[in-house]
Antibody, heavy 122, light 108 residues
């Protein structure tokens, strides 16, 4: 069955960096767009970033553009989110999601990981 | 960016009720609209995609409709398991996806 497992979250000081990973299994990772979505404590869902199956399309929410970088290793079936210059406003559970329609970025996300918590605090 | 606005923000209803949640987009998203259900401490679950397509395994009491800028999620007869928060998400906007702010469905 499809599994998405995030890792790499933790407590980090403002201005520091963190890299999240999402290990995918149970589907053909190489053909699917993937996305990162976050949820601050007690708040709603916030889309963060997207990467197409072949990395030709990468897009970001305005507030993370220039600080966050999404990437993937199709040989390892793994999605990444490099987060730099972190602020308290980046504190959230980060979910990877995807495995919808193959070969397109116009797709919903039927599968989600369990999330990894990032806490930015001095 | 495309702004998604859900209404109401909170909805109180009883088991057996028919409920409708609305999602409006600031510009046309065609049919590229999904609905997710989220329960406390859990990851979101996809219910509806392409505005009206029911995800595999989702009960048929859930239905979606709309196109362009106005969309609705309807639950025909509320069950105890349906009390949760619901989000719409557009996925058309030049690969810039956005969520609505959420609608919390509470037991009356």
């Amino acid at each position: 069955q499809v599994q998405l497992v995030e890792s790499g979250g933790g407590v980090v000081r403002p201005g520091k960096s963190l890299r999240l990973s999402c290990a995918a299994s149970g589907f053909t990772f190489t053909t699917h767009t993937m996305q990162w979505v976050r949820q601050a404590p007690g708040m709603g869902l916030e889309w963060v970033a997207l990467i197409s199956h072949d990395e030709t399309i990468k897009s970001y929410k305005d507030s993370v553009k220039g600080r966050f970088t999404v990437s993937r290793d199709n040989s390892m079936n793994t999605l990444y989110l490099q987060m730099n210059s972190l602020t308290a406003e980046d504190t959230a559970i980060y979910y990877c999601a995807g495995a919808g329609e193959p070969w397109t970025t116009i797709t919903a996300a039927p599968y989600w990981g369990q999330g990894t918590l990032v806490s930015v605090s001095s | 960016d495309i702004l998604m606005t859900q209404s109401p923000s909170t909805l109180s209803a009883s088991v057996g009720d028919r409920v409708t949640i609305t999602c409006r987009a600031s510009q046309s998203v065609s049919i590229w609209l999904a609905w997710y259900q989220q329960k406390p401490g859990r990851a979101p679950k996809l219910l509806i995609y392409k505005a009206s397509a029911l995800e595999t395994g989702v009960p048929s009491r859930f239905s979606g409709s709309g196109s362009g800028t106005e969309f609705t999620l309807t639950i025909s007869s509320l069950q105890p398991d349906d009390f949760a928060t619901y989000y719409c998400q557009q996925y058309s906007g030049y690969s810039l996806y956005t969520f609505g702010q959420g609608t919390k469905l509470e037991i009356k």
